[in-house]
């Protein structure tokens, strides 16, 4: 066995039965495959030149060798566990699905991996997948086709396909949804989450969670039958009709449409169909999932989310560096932004201080934190690490001892100007002073320190724990290794940087203001609210403009759009004045229950505003948006 792998197996202390110094017995790149006294077959997957396992077609191709090896020389049982401490295996080669056109070729290339799985499945001794660390996609579905799932407190498990614009691709939507409750099965694959392994266990996606220590104890048991498996209930027995299928699939429908727009995005109503018609008999549905399957890989939306996805690594990539990891945050300013970063970054795992000189901001941001997590389904000791890591602060104390330090006081130059010459004096040598500014040029602000090359722009959306970009703001005087940090302390809280200049609006700003602005010139033209949200809708985005700068603030929304057109050479239109009154009088959107929308429980109230949208506007709306990108 080679260096890293056996440094990754000891890392953990995984039980990998007769591998260790063992020659592998195949000949694989990807796989290893040795047997013990007992003639149980190990077989670990081992993904060559990769940190993380993803299932190739060569490992495929492999494993079907693999297979004929054992099905000529029948082991008295088959142990198929990940070599990568990483976790199990994260699904499907992701690259082997871009740019893919022709769905004859994509349909043989999946009878080929359906007949492997198949003869996994198939294989005349008992089989048992151990899993560690993350088991998503294809990888479940290959632990789908043992007989027994071990799973280390660790695991965690998913079909997350959806996010792809796709579904469960390797027999995973039959095996699923006989395994387990088929609501439950379909609730996975249509939402994409994953479930730990406590939570999967409780599913009967595995048999037993357990220590490593335990696990050839575990194996015994489960190869001689003394684990309890999961049994095939009366709700399942009923769901295996056709009829009782169809009452299920309606609400499934409607739950759906409540959330995407069919014709943009086909995944989850394939998914539906699919269960439906053919959810009472397994062979059937394998089939029809590779025709379906490969209907939605070669289609638009999985193809531009999959170019999505790489875009999203490359982002990622810029937080790979060796940069030296931040330990302590110090957040200055508990407003909607400061409070919530700081809370979002206690939910990852780092100590935060924050200071505000309201008492009352801080109350307000541990109770919203206490409650995010509570949303998140935190266990309550997590809960309580998180709010113990989270540390109000009421005299700016923790300014001295932090790694970073993120500034998100109110927008005005001499308030934090003020603010960054009081702290500066106390920051620790290599501390980084970030602001979270929106729309002050960083060489402003900059001019306040002594040294300026510490200081970065760290900009947060809102809500910050739903917005995944930040904004990483360069700026002349700016030290390489601070921007590098900045942007690895971005990925430690498991976000992505987008790496900008300090131009006006940055760059997200700055695309969405033209949008937005054509948006409240439609609304003087007296086009409703609704109409506008719903032709943007229709054109594909999550939400309306309206409603989105609703979500903002119409405040805030003003403040960049005044921005943009003092900074830029080229401003675009000025805002009717009704826009302003209606800020002057409060009606700032959901935060004050009233803008152009009456908002109740969050949710902006469009009922009685129905005219169907003149979609000659979709132009007008979208090009300011195109053209400025
Ligand atoms: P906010 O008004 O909600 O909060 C500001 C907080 O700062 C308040 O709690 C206030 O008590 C506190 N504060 C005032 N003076 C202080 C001082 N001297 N020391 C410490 N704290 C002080 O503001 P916000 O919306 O959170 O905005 C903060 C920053 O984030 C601004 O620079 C803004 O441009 C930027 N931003 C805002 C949004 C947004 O959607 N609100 C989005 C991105 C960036």
């Known amino acids: 066995m080679s260096g890293p792998i056996l440094t990754s197996l000891l890392e953990r202390k995984m039980e990998y039965g007769p591998l260790m110094g063992a020659k592998n017995q195949t000949g694989t790149s990807h796989w290893r495959l040795g047997r013990d006294q007992q003639n149980i077959a190990w077989l670990l997957l081992d993904r060559q030149d990769?940190?993380?396992?993803?299932?190739?077609?060569?490992?495929?191709?492999?494993?079907?060798?693999?297979?004929?090896?054992?099905?000529?020389?029948?082991?008295?049982?088959?142990?198929?566990?990940?070599?990568?401490?990483?976790?199990?295996?994260?699904?499907?080669d992701i690259e082997e699905f871009r740019g893919l056109t022709e769905k004859a070729q994509v349909r043989e290339r999946l009878e080929q991996a359906h007949a492997t799985a198949n003869r996994l499945a198939d294989l005349n001794c008992p089989t048992i997948a151990v899993i560690h660390g993350s088991c998503l996609g294809g990888g479940l579905e290959l632990a789908l086709c043992c007989d027994y799932r071990l799973a280390l407190p660790d695991a965690k498990l998913g079909l997350p396909e959806i996010l792809l614009g796709l579904h469960p691709g390797l027999g995973g939507t039959a095996r699923l949804t006989h395994l387990i409750d088929p609501l439950e099965a379909m609730t996975l694959m249509l939402t994409g989450k994953t479930l730990d392994a406590r939570r999967a266990k409780k599913a009967g996606l595995i048999d037993a969670v357990i220590e490593e220590r335990h696990l050839l104890r575990a194996i015994a048991a489960a190869l001689a039958g003394k684990i309890k498996q999961q049994e095939y209930g009366l709700k399942e027995r009923l769901l295996a009709t056709t009829p009782a299928r169809h009452l299920e699939a309606r609400q499934m429908r409607s739950k759906t449409a409540e959330k995407i727009r069919l014709e943009h995005y086909p995944a989850p109503e394939a998914?539906?169909?699919?269960?439906?018609?053919?959810?009472?008999?397994?062979?059937?549905?394998?089939?029809?999932?590779?025709?379906?399957?490969?209907?939605?890989?070669?289609?638009?939306?999985?193809?531009?989310?999959?170019?999505?996805?790489?875009?999203?690594?490359?982002?990622?990539?810029?937080?790979?560096?060796?940069?030296?990891?931040?330990?302590?945050?110090?957040?200055?300013?508990?407003?909607?932004?400061?409070?919530?970063?700081?809370?979002?970054?206690?939910?990852?795992?780092?100590?935060?201080?924050?200071?505000?000189?309201?008492?009352?901001?801080?109350?307000k941001t541990v109770r919203k934190t206490a409650d995010l997590c509570e949303k998140k389904h935190f266990s309550a000791a997590k809960t309580r690490a998180v709010l113990d890591r989270l540390i109000p602060d009421t005299s700016n104390q923790g300014v001295q001892c932090a790694d970073l330090v993120i500034e998100a006081v109110p927008e005005k130059i001499e308030l934090k100007q003020r603010i960054y010459r009081e702290i500066e004096p106390l920051l620790k040598p290599d501390a980084i002073l970030a602001t979270n500014t929106s729309s002050i040029p960083l060489q402003e602000l900059a001019s306040a320190l002594d040294q300026p090359s510490r200081f970065v722009g760290l900009h947060f959306f809102n809500p910050v724990a739903k917005m995944q970009l930040v904004e990483v703001v360069e700026h002349q005087g700016i030290e390489t290794k601070v921007l590098q940090r900045a942007r690895t302390f971005v990925g430690q809280i498991n976000r992505l940087p987008?790496?900008?200049?300090?131009?006006?609006?940055?760059?997200?700003?700055?695309?969405?203001?033209?949008?937005?602005?054509?948006?409240?010139?439609?609304?003087?033209?007296?086009?409703?609210?609704?109409?506008?949200?719903?032709?943007?809708?229709?054109?594909?985005?999550?939400?309306?403009?309206?409603?989105?700068?609703?979500?903002?603030?119409?405040?805030?929304?003003?403040?960049?759009?005044?921005?943009?057109?003092?900074?830029?050479?080229?401003?675009?239109?000025?805002?009717?004045?009704?826009?302003?009154?209606?800020?002057?009088?409060?009606?700032?959107?959901?935060?004050?229950?009233?803008?152009?929308?009456?908002?109740?429980?969050?949710?902006?109230?469009?009922?009685?505003?129905?005219?169907?949208?003149?979609e000659a506007l979709t132009d007008r709306l979208l090009l300011p948006l195109v053209n400025t990108c």
């Open 498 to 614: 987008v790496s900008v200049s300090s131009a006006p609006g940055f760059l997200v700003n700055r695309a969405l203001m033209p949008y937005l602005l054509e948006a409240i010139l439609l609304l003087d033209e007296a086009v409703p609210a609704a109409s506008i949200d719903q032709l943007a809708e229709q054109f594909g985005m999550p939400m309306g403009p309206v409603e989105l700068a609703e979500q903002v603030g119409l405040d805030i929304c003003l403040d960049v759009a005044e921005m943009l057109r003092k900074r830029l050479d080229q401003p675009g239109p000025e805002v009717p004045g009704w826009f302003r009154e209606k800020i002057s009088k409060g009606e700032l959107g959901r935060k004050t229950g009233q803008g152009f929308y009456r908002w109740k429980e969050g949710k902006p109230q469009k009922e009685g505003v129905e005219e169907a949208p003149d």
């Open 50 to 92: 990769a940190k993380v396992n993803s299932l190739s077609e060569a490992a495929l191709q492999e494993l079907a060798e693999i297979l004929s090896h054992l099905e000529a020389d029948l082991p008295a049982g088959l142990v198929l566990r990940s070599a990568k401490a990483s976790g199990f295996c994260v699904g499907a």
């Open 271 to 363: 998914l539906i169909n699919l269960w439906e018609e053919y959810g009472g008999e397994t062979e059937e549905m394998r089939q029809q999932e590779i025709k379906s399957f490969a209907d939605l890989l070669v289609g638009e939306t999985a193809q531009n989310l999959v170019r999505v996805f790489f875009l999203r690594e490359n982002l990622k990539q810029a937080t790979k560096s060796k940069a030296e990891k931040i330990g302590q945050v110090h957040v200055i300013g508990a407003g909607a932004m400061g409070g919530d970063i700081a809370g979002w970054c206690a939910m990852q795992g780092l100590r935060v201080s924050l200071y505000d000189p309201q008492g009352a901001a801080l109350a």
